[in-house]
C-alpha cells in the first residue's frame, strides 16, 4: 500500500514538475495541476475496475472554472491592454475570449463522447473525463501558433484555433492509443486462452469429465462480463500529457 501511494505521489509531482516546465505556470494551470494528482488513480480505477469516479473527475471541473476566472480577472478586462502582445505560457485564456474558447470547446468534445458513450462503446465517465481534458488542454496546451507573439486586437480571432488545434491532436490521439490498447489486449487474450486450453489438457480426460455441461472453467467470460471492453481512461490521460508536454 506504501509502496503504491509512493508511486502515486513520485508520478503527480513529476507530470506538476514537467508541466510547470514546459508550458509554466499560471492561473489557468489550476485545473492541470489536478489532473496531474488525480491522473495515477484514475488509470488504476479504470484499469481494474473500467470506471472513472465521479469523485476524482468532477472536482476537475470546478478547479477549471476558478482557472479561468483567476487568469481572466489577473489579466484585466479585455482591450485593457490594447496593442500590447499576448505572449507566454497559458496565453491562450487572454481576457474572456479564449475563456469562453475554451469552454466551447470543452463542451463540444463532452458532446462528442456523450454521444458515443450512448451508442455502447464508452461509459460516461469516459464522456466526463474527455469534457475536462478538454478544457484544461485548450487552457495550457496550445500547439503551432502557440510561441507567435498576438496582438492584443487579433484575441477573439486567434483564440478558438489556439484551443482547437491542440484538443484535435487530442482526440486524435485518444482513439489511435485506444485502437491499440484493443489490438494489444486482444492478443494478449487470445494467447491466454490457448495457455488454459492447453492447461485444462494435461490434466487429463478425467479432469475435465467432471467439470459440468457448458462450464467454461475459471477462465470464461459471461455475458455480463465487462472484460472485452477497452478502457479509454489510460488512452485519454497518456495522449492528455502526450500532447501538454511532449508536443
Same mark, same amino acid.
Given at each position: ?19 510547470? /516546465?514546459?508550458?509554466? $505556470?499560471?492561473? +489557468? =494551470? @489550476?485545473? #492541470?495541476?489536478? %489532473?496531474? !494528482? *488525480?491522473?495515477?488513480?484514475? &488509470? ?96 495550457? /496546451?496550445?500547439?503551432? $501558433?502557440?510561441? +507567435? =507573439? @498576438?496582438? #492584443?486586437?487579433? %484575441?477573439? !480571432? *486567434?483564440?478558438?484555433?489556439? &484551443? ?84
Amino acid at each position: 500500500m506504501g509502496g503504491n501511494t509512493g508511486i502515486r505521489i513520485l508520478t503527480a509531482v513529476g507530470l506538476a514538475v514537467a508541466l510547470g /516546465g514546459v508550458r509554466g $505556470v499560471g492561473p +489557468a =494551470a @489550476v485545473a #492541470a495541476f489536478y %489532473v496531474a !494528482a *488525480v491522473t495515477v488513480p484514475l &488509470v488504476v480505477t479504470d484499469v481494474r475496475e473500467q470506471r472513472l469516479p465521479n469523485a476524482l473527475v468532477l472536482p476537475g471541473y470546478a478547479f477549471a472554472a476558478l482557472g479561468l476566472a483567476w487568469d481572466a480577472l489577473a489579466r484585466g478586462s479585455p482591450g485593457a491592454d490594447a496593442g500590447a502582445a499576448v505572449v507566454g505560457v497559458v496565453p491562450v485564456v487572454a481576457a474572456g475570449s479564449g475563456a469562453v474558447a475554451v469552454v466551447a470547446v470543452g463542451v463540444g468534445v463532452l458532446g462528442l463522447f456523450v454521444m458515443l458513450a450512448w451508442t455502447g462503446g464508452l461509459g460516461m465517465g469516459d464522456a466526463k473525463l474527455a469534457g475536462l481534458l478538454a478544457i484544461v488542454l485548450g487552457a495550457v /496546451g496550445p500547439v503551432g $501558433v502557440a510561441g +507567435a =507573439a @498576438v496582438p #492584443a486586437g487579433a %484575441v477573439g !480571432a *486567434v483564440a478558438p484555433l489556439r &484551443v482547437a488545434v491542440p484538443v484535435l491532436v487530442w482526440v486524435v490521439a485518444v482513439f489511435l492509443a485506444a485502437a491499440l490498447h484493443g489490438v494489444i489486449e486482444g492478443v494478449v487474450r487470445r494467447w491466454s486462452r490457448g495457455r488454459e486450453a492447453l492447461g485444462r489438457e494435461s490434466r487429463g480426460s478425467e479432469a475435465l469429465g467432471n467439470e459440468a455441461p457448458g462450464s467454461e472453467g475459471p477462465g470464461s467470460e459471461g455475458p455480463g462480463s465487462r472484460r472485452g471492453e477497452v478502457a479509454f481512461g489510460p488512452a485519454m490521460l497518456g495522449a492528455f500529457w502526450m500532447v501538454v508536454i511532449a508536443v
